[in-house]
């Protein structure tokens, strides 16, 4: 690719990078302090304040943002909320020019023309064509369209998008909502012949699945059926989804503004997912063919489609990104395309880079689908001035999307390469509006700012003085039994777990709950209306996807912060990781837990699950080599990513230290102490003590606390998280934490999980384990009734007996 000359480079401009570079590097240490120190006054304020933090600091953000771009600041916000109502509610602006012009219609792009309501009039009882310029009509309500799944009967007209329209249907067979898509074949730019063969081919190419039978897992909107109007100069797609209907990142950016560098890497990292499979993995087309390179050759600010949903977590940008309209379906209805040629992986990754760009800018009026334009504006991404104030590094990663310095060769390359992309301090933007705003002091803001640092610290005080003695979360009142459950569903009913899993293990196990019985057994008995047939799965991907598919009535998992918008979540019981060492009386000199003082960091836990420390001795402890294990279970590896390790690149050495880990029968030696090994959780108690007493190793391990905890030989250690003092998840009767000094063997029962840490969320990794189905109301409500007789008394004691902490404080009966 032949780059353009550069300009000049003004010889300030290094000084004033250093300059900015400095300021910035020193506010966002000073923040940093800030609130490290204030860390501690969390655990103080009641749950539901925590809770509502994370949205407070978006509407300060959104002020500020807002008088940055010189807009009035609304009295009223009903009008910024648009995205609570229904998502299929949602307009589509209109993004590109009338790709019908032999049809002057007076609003410009007959697509979104108001006055094509094909309503019954005296006149024109039966209008299939605009009354004013002719172009095909908006399908009125209750008309219905047949196709080979069934038959469909129009809801509601949502908007445009596109080359076709899109319209909120039912299925009528079942009463399922659908999006259908229509695209049109007009007369004066299709004749006959051409509109005859355009439908022949839509029928052949419109949907596509992967040729070796997998489910997709990706965020790609694939049409269920394609339908040719046999009558009508119309075709139709039926996607099964409501994500169809989503706002597009125009009308997001329309409403919302640029995003930060943060969100656009967040938003690169969706796409790219969606996209390695696309250019990757063979699909077959409703013609037979298989494709062995498919490429979207659509890629745009309206055919992407994003949905903000509720920011849950300081660190993690909240919304989903779905990719529409492939080329292969939207380029035969384009007024005068002869033929429809293969689309080119590479393009794709240049236009996510123009919309990359884009969404930094906030420019929702870029109407190129490609970033290549004959005006020469590719050219303006060379030049730094044109950029706005954004990270560098995912400046650089961005014009390698665009095609300039070193190109991707494809959608994997770039997505393994985004998280070699240093972290971005999500503060970024913030940081450089607060140090342009102190230009123009705003004293609304700042009064706001402080009547909510006093109502805080009113609430802290309060806290502090008539503290209670237990803190519930959001199951104050439990019902008492099972019997008082109403209208429990009568039949037989299946749901699924992952096989190694927490539920697996608490269903399954024997003597759990009483001697000789299953929880399993012990639930059918209490429910013998409700047949439960348990159908393991071997990982949670493929749990969820049963329940997407409807192969299950429901699933139990504890991966519950992204789950899709057509499935719902009711916890029931709480369960963490625990991380141990052994705890042996033989040789108590050299005590891991007493040398540590019971206790050990998230950050040292990250330095040794990545091989920076290989010896207690780098921690303070004794001169014991280290050996690392890891449980069986894929949610409590995924928790532990999440919660520990939490950066792409420690992620990535800890998985390299794990994929490099020997075969299962091998015996620990210090030649071979640096690696990973994988192994169930109880034989990983059965190693740590000998690797400590008979290889003089100093072994560590974690596992869900409810198979630990009444385990004595090894020790869970209290968990510190930055200056937080550490949390011990296990309390004695006298509600004190365990200590190394503490006889696990001979004083057991006498402590136990402490429920008011998982409640308040104290202890960094505690977690919730929950009932997840659909959301159709079309389907039998057994997942949500199974979620409330979880949570009455009866069966919370009965989930206590296996380990698990319930929802509140109970007296288990015996």
Same mark, same amino acid.
């Given at each position: ?58 509407? /300060? ?70 009354? &004013?310029? +002719? ?8 008309? !219905? ?24 249907? /039912? ?15 007009? &007369? $004066? ?64 950016? $329309? ?94 990754? =240049?236009?996510? +880079? %123009? ?19 004959? =005006? ?40 393994? %390469? ?58 104050? @009142? ?12 009568? +039949? ?9 899993? /927490? ?6 196990? =024997? ?17 013998? &209306? ?17 329940? $997407? ?56 836990? $990250? ?47 800890? =998985? ?26 109880? &034989? ?11 290889? !003089? ?23 510190? !998280? +930055? ?31 402490? /429920?008011?840490? @998982? ?56």
């Amino acid at each position: 690719m032949v780059r353009p000359p550069q300009r000049p480079i003004p010889k300030t401009r290094t000084a004033k990078a250093i300059r900015e570079s400095t300021i910035a590097t020193a506010q966002h240490r000073v923040r940093r302090v800030g609130y490290n120190a204030f860390a501690p006054v969390y655990r103080f304020l009641p749950l539901w304040v925590v809770r509502l933090l994370p949205f407070i600091r978006e509407d /300060v953000r959104d002020l500020l943002r807002r008088r940055k771009r010189g807009e009035e600041i609304p009295q009223d916000t009903d009008d910024i909320e648009t995205l609570d109502t229904p998502p299929q509610l949602a307009e589509v602006s209109p993004g590109v020019l009338n790709p019908y012009p032999k049809y002057r219609c007076t609003h410009g792009n007959p697509l979104f023309c108001p006055l094509a309501n094909s309503s019954p009039t005296a006149a024109e009882p039966q209008a299939l064509t605009c009354l &004013q310029c +002719g172009f095909p009509a908006i399908l009125p309500t209750k008309s !219905e369209i047949i196709g080979n799944q069934g038959r469909y009967r129009i809801v509601n007209f949502i908007g445009s998008r596109g080359l076709g329209r899109l319209y909120q249907a /039912v299925q009528t067979n079942n009463n399922k909502t659908v999006i259908i898509k229509e695209y049109l074949l007009p &007369q $004066r730019h299709f004749n006959p012949q051409e509109e005859q063969q355009t439908k022949t081919v839509f029928e052949n190419v419109a949907g596509l699945v992967p040729a070796d039978g997998r489910v997709q897992d990706f965020r790609l909107l694939v049409p269920s059926e394609a339908i040719a109007d046999r009558h009508q100069p119309r075709c139709y797609t039926v996607t099964h989804t409501l994500s169809n209907s989503y706002p597009s990142v125009r009308s997001y950016l $329309r409403q919302f503004g640029a995003m930060t560098p943060h969100q656009v890497r967040h938003f690169l990292d969706q796409v790219l997912q969606s996209l390695e499979p696309l250019h990757t993995q063979k699909y077959r087309l409703p013609s037979g063919q298989i494709h062995s390179l498919v490429a979207h050759g659509n890629l745009s600010l309206d055919t992407i489609l994003i949905l903000p949903i509720e920011q849950h977590q300081f660190h993690r940008p909240q919304f989903l990104v779905y990719i529409a309209d492939l080329t292969l379906t939207e380029k035969p209805f384009q007024p005068g395309l002869t033929t429809v040629s293969q689309a080119d992986p590479s393009l794709d990754l =240049r236009a996510l +880079g %123009a919309i990359a760009f884009d969404l930094l800018k906030g420019n929702w009026q870029h109407n190129l689908t490609s970033p290549v334009d004959t =005006r020469g504006q590719t050219f303006r991404y060379q030049f730094p001035e044109d950029w706005p104030e954004t990270y560098p590094p995912l400046q650089q990663f961005i014009l390698r999307l665009l095609g300039f310095n070193i190109p991707f060769e494809n959608a994997k390359a770039a997505r393994e %390469a985004l998280p070699q992309i240093p972290e971005i301090d999500h503060n970024y933007q913030a940081i450089t509006l607060e140090k342009e705003d102190t230009k123009r002091p705003f004293p609304r803001l700042w009064i706001l700012l402080l009547l909510l640092l006093a109502f805080l610290g009113v609430i802290g005080i309060w806290r502090l003085l008539y503290r209670p003695s237990i803190v519930l979360a959001d199951h104050r @009142f439990l019902p008492c039994c099972i019997k008082d459950i109403a209208a429990i569903p009568k +039949g037989r009913f299946s749901y699924t777990a992952n096989e190694n899993g /927490v539920w697996n293990y608490a269903i399954r196990q =024997r003597n759990l709950v009483e001697k000789g019985k299953t929880l399993e057994e012990e639930l059918q008995q209490r429910i013998p &209306q409700m047949k439960l047939v348990y159908k393991p799965q071997p990982t949670t991907e493929k749990t969820l996807a049963k329940v $997407r598919n409807q192969e299950v009535d429901f699933a139990i998992t504890s991966l519950i912060q992204d789950l899709d918008r057509d499935l719902n979540a009711i916890p029931f019981a709480y369960d963490g990781l625990a991380v141990f060492v052994a705890f042996s009386y033989q040789r108590r000199q050299n005590s891991l837990p007493h040398n540590l003082n019971g206790q050990i960091s998230i950050k040292q836990l $990250r330095q040794l699950y990545t091989g920076e420390i290989n010896n207690w001795k780098q921690l303070g402890g004794p001169d014991l080599p280290v050996q690392l294990y890891i449980p069986t279970d894929a949610e409590a590896i995924r928790i532990f990513e999440e919660r520990v390790l939490q950066t792409e690149r420690a992620i990535d050495q800890f =998985r390299r230290l794990w994929q490099s880990s020997p075969s299962d029968n091998f015996i620990t030696t210090e030649t071979n102490v640096n690696r990973i090994r994988q192994i169930p959780t109880f &034989q990983a108690m059965r190693r740590v003590l000998q690797d400590f007493e008979e290889r !003089e190793i100093g072994s560590l391990s974690f596992g869900p606390l409810s198979q630990v905890f009444q385990q004595c030989s090894v020790y869970p250690l209290a968990i510190a !998280e +930055g200056l937080r003092p550490a949390v011990q998840p296990l309390s004695q009767h006298n509600n004190q934490p365990i200590t190394p000094a503490t006889d696990l063997c001979n004083d057991k029962g006498s402590y136990h999980p402490s /429920v008011e840490k @998982f409640q308040t969320g104290q202890y960094p990794l505690a977690y919730s384990l929950a009932v997840v189905y659909s959301f159709d109301n079309s389907l039998s409500p057994v997942g949500q009734k199974f979620a409330e007789i979880m949570k009455t008394e009866e069966a919370q004691n009965l989930l206590i007996k296996t380990g698990l902490v319930p929802l509140q404080n109970l007296n288990p009966n015996p």
